[in-house]
């Protein structure tokens, strides 16, 4: 699916010569890559970008799918290991498994824990797959992970803000206790961003090296009347 990539890539090349300089450290701005295409996962590795998001347009049969499960079903918490390799994943959600798309479904969760694992040489996942009546993450914050895939298949996507948009100084504790909207965080409130349902979102978290300080600001957003509830998939090296 991908060209191997290690996991590590070193940016910068040793330089010879008799000059005597002293070293400047920079930071590329940090940017965000949206496209269609899948193969685009792995701009990730670039220096400057901290978010991929592959927009996919949603399949009738998923869709279709989704709203009966979330209608008919109860809540949904899974959490476990996966070797896309040999795991077995018809029974990700039993109670769901006679309705009509069950196995389209499955098929894409495959094709995305055997991506995250390919982009990154591991041999298994974090898989965690959820469906939320509340926004578990509320506010605006980064993960202490190197990397992330997310994927909402149903509800309301997952909200991010533009690093043009946010003042990193008031995340977590330097926002003196108040909240997103009277802490400064937000610069520009017209320019909060949300993933469409089936996209997939990969991004760099504060672990990912060189990445320090620069972690993917976003949150879980707030359900609403009509979108009452979430199906979100989150893949996590292990």
Request: with cysteine; net charge neutral; charged share 20%.
């Amino acid at each position: 699916m991908f060209a191997r990539i290690p996991f590590r890539q070193s940016s910068l090349s040793p330089l010879a010569g008799p000059t005597s300089f002293q070293p400047v450290s920079y930071r590329p701005s940090i940017r965000t890559v949206v496209s269609t295409n899948f193969v685009d996962l792995t701009r990730i590795y670039e220096d400057d970008v901290n978010f991929c998001l592959i927009e996919r347009p949603l399949p009738a049969t998923i869709e279709g799918f989704i709203y009966q499960a979330l209608k008919l079903f109860g809540p949904l918490e899974l959490s476990q290991p996966v070797n896309p390799s040999d795991f077995n994943y018809t029974n990700l959600w039993p109670q769901a498994s006679q309705l009509d798309g069950y196995d389209t479904w499955l098929a894409d969760i495959k094709l995305l824990t055997t991506a995250f694992c390919e982009l990154f040489e591991l041999k298994q996942t974090g898989l965690r797959l959820r469906t939320l009546k509340t926004a578990m993450c509320p506010r605006f914050h980064v993960d202490r992970v190197p990397a992330r895939m997310i994927c909402s298949y149903g509800g309301i996507g997952t909200e991010w803000l533009p690093e043009y948009a946010l003042d990193r100084r008031k995340l977590g504790m330097g926002s003196g206790g108040l909240d997103d909207a009277q802490s400064g965080l937000i610069a520009d409130q017209t320019a909060i961003r949300r993933m469409p349902a089936y996209a997939v979102g990969l991004m760099k978290g504060e672990a990912w090296e060189g990445n320090e300080g620069q972690g993917f600001v976003h949150r879980s957003p707030t359900p609403t009347a009509v979108q009452p509830r979430r199906l979100v998939l989150t893949l996590d090296m292990l």
